[in-house]
């Protein structure tokens, strides 16, 4: 009886194993072209390629060898883009025929029907315009690294403004900075992650693009032909300007990063983009799992003064603090949050106000409150640009702060950067600057690790290019990738240091 089980076992994995085989075999004879060409007297496949296919995935598809198509296509060794048409030999196994047979001693079987006579003819199959569902698996197809990426970078950079600029240094500076000069930063720390790719060996073609506010004239530029070639988009564009490319993208499967929106419903709909700043949904998220491992030893206390707009927030980090099984104390005002403190254990406030004078006298109160009680604040982002937050105060009452990104600037690879972004520029990098050089390092890093089709393996994709951390996700397949990440950052000896 044992061992009937056995061989049902076995007969069963092994039924399981054909019907896997066939499901793949079918998944990959639907990518097959429909259209076979005869050039001297030789039989081709037409394939155009389509986004997400790779070499070895098309040369299972026909039975073919890759070495075979690059012999046949020689441009194809430098990589191969979407749209692009390339010919394939027609072998008896991928025109699902089978080896010619001898049915005996010095006779064969029966030969296949011949085909027309002319040099160049065209036979048209049943129509096929399945993509493969079977693929390798993310970073193992090696044919990404070898190909010639085309990324274009659009950003108002107001070409047409340059001729308004004085070149005098006796010249008086203008009230507001040179629209031209607002967004160049951005540009140059991108062209540094552009090189650094270039050295390390990664092929890319750049396309700059100087996008303004003017809709009809982003509409125009789309109708470049180019533009559907590009296997990436970097669009720090104005609102309605990323949405038309976004819709252009969309519609030819390219994946378009948005770096400084932090409007949640540019991903709304469209899978193709990548959202770098997080939203503030996510924030209270990020702060509950930092407390969870950081304040456990205390209470935590939560104070909305209120004129705070977003109400449902503090609420939010409740419900947060809840699911990790963390106790929290809501207080609606300075003077019930100084009836709760503990002069037993520590205390961790948490304080959602963002106006300054209220801020500016609840860190008073407190650090007057300093040496009778063990005290930890929380701060929100916008407290990075109050003016008058005492540093003292900060200091003595270990102030944390949550913020989309932070620079540390004793972080020995923050410093490589500052000098060298210092010495091709001549000046200091800003914010922009270190956005620039950070989202282009992470996607272009992410392209020649994965291809086009980053969407199926971001999630599996860690590098971390200078400080920032991303990690995308996203709500439904309909919709694109948003980063979820915020940094919290401290106050320690004068200095702010990274807590996250």
């Known amino acids: 009886m044992a061992k009937i089980k056995y061989l049902l076992v076995i007969l069963l994995m092994f039924l399981f194993v054909i019907g896997f085989s066939q499901t793949s075999r079918d998944q990959l004879n639907a990518i097959r072209s429909t259209v076979i060409e005869k050039v001297d007297g030789r039989e081709f496949y037409i394939h155009t390629i389509k986004r997400g296919q790779t070499l070895y995935m098309i040369s299972k598809a026909y039975g073919v060898e890759v070495n075979d198509l690059i012999a046949e ?38 030969k296949a029907e011949p085909q027309p006579n002319s040099n160049v003819s065209e036979k048209k199959l049943q129509p096929s315009d399945t993509v493969v569902a079977q693929e390798l698996p993310c970073g193992y197809d ?15 950079l107001y070409l047409g403004d340059v001729d308004l600029i004085s070149a005098d240094p006796a010249a008086v500076e203008p009230e507001e900075p040179y629209r031209s000069f607002q967004f160049i930063q951005y540009y140059e720390g991108f062209r540094m992650a552009v090189d650094s790719l270039v050295k390390a060996g990664m092929k890319i073609k750049l396309w700059v693009y100087d996008v303004d506010k003017d809709t009809v004239k982003t509409r125009q530029l789309l109708k470049n032909p180019e533009l559907k070639r590009m296997d990436i988009i970097f669009g720090l564009l104005y609102t309605l300007n990323f949405q038309i490319v976004a819709d252009f993208a969309e519609r030819n499967r390219i994946s378009i990063v948005n770096p400084i929106s932090e409007r949640s419903d540019v991903v709304t709909g469209n899978p193709m983009v990548f959202k770098v700043r997080p939203s503030k949904r996510s924030r209270m998220d990020n702060l509950a799992s930092y407390m969870s491992s950081a304040f456990y030893r205390g209470q935590i206390l939560v104070l909305r003064n209120g004129q705070f707009a977003e109400r449902g927030v503090p609420e939010q980090l409740k ?15 300075q003077e019930s949050l100084i009836s709760r ?41 916008d407290w990075s640009a109050m003016e008058g937050l005492d540093m003292e105060y900060l200091v003595s009452l270990r102030a944390h702060m949550i913020a989309a990104s932070f620079i540390d600037y004793d ?46 393996c971001i999630g599996s ?40």
């Not at 990404?144 to 108002?156: D, E, G, Q």
């Not at 600057?433 to 086009?452: N, R, V």
């Not at 915020?486 to 200095?495: L, M, Q, R």
Request: glycine share 6%; charged share 25%; aromatic share 12%.
């Open 142 to 156: 090696a044919t990404v690294k070898s190909r010639t990426y085309n990324v274009a970078l659009m950003l108002p």
């Open 319 to 333: 419900k947060e603090c809840l699911e990790r099984k963390i106790n929290v104390v809501s207080v609606d005002n």
């Open 461 to 500: 994709f860690k590098f971390k290019p200078l400080q920032a951390t991303f990690d995308f996700t996203r709500t439904s397949k309909n919709n694109g990738f948003e980063n979820s990440h915020w940094s919290i950052f401290k106050y320690e000896n004068y200095t702010l240091i990274g807590g996250n």
């Open 341 to 381: 403190l503990s002069k037993d254990k520590e205390n961790y406030i948490v304080i959602f106000s963002d106006n300054q004078a209220y801020v500016l006298d609840l860190t008073r109160r407190l650090f007057e409150l300093r040496n009778d009680y063990n005290l930890t604040i929380v701060g929100l982002p």
């Open 73 to 110: 296509n020689p441009l194809v060794k430098n990589g191969i883009r979407a749209d692009e048409k390339i010919r394939i030999p027609v072998s008896r196994e991928a025109k699902g025929e089978e080896p010619s047979k001898k049915s005996g001693a010095g006779h064969e079987a029966k």
């Open 411 to 456: 972080v020995a690879g923050v410093k490589h950067f500052v000098r060298s972004y210092a010495s091709v520029y001549k000046v200091d990098p800003d914010p922009l600057a270190f956005q620039g050089y950070e989202t282009g390092s992470y996607f272009l890093h992410a392209l020649m690790t994965f291809g086009p089709n980053i969407q199926r």
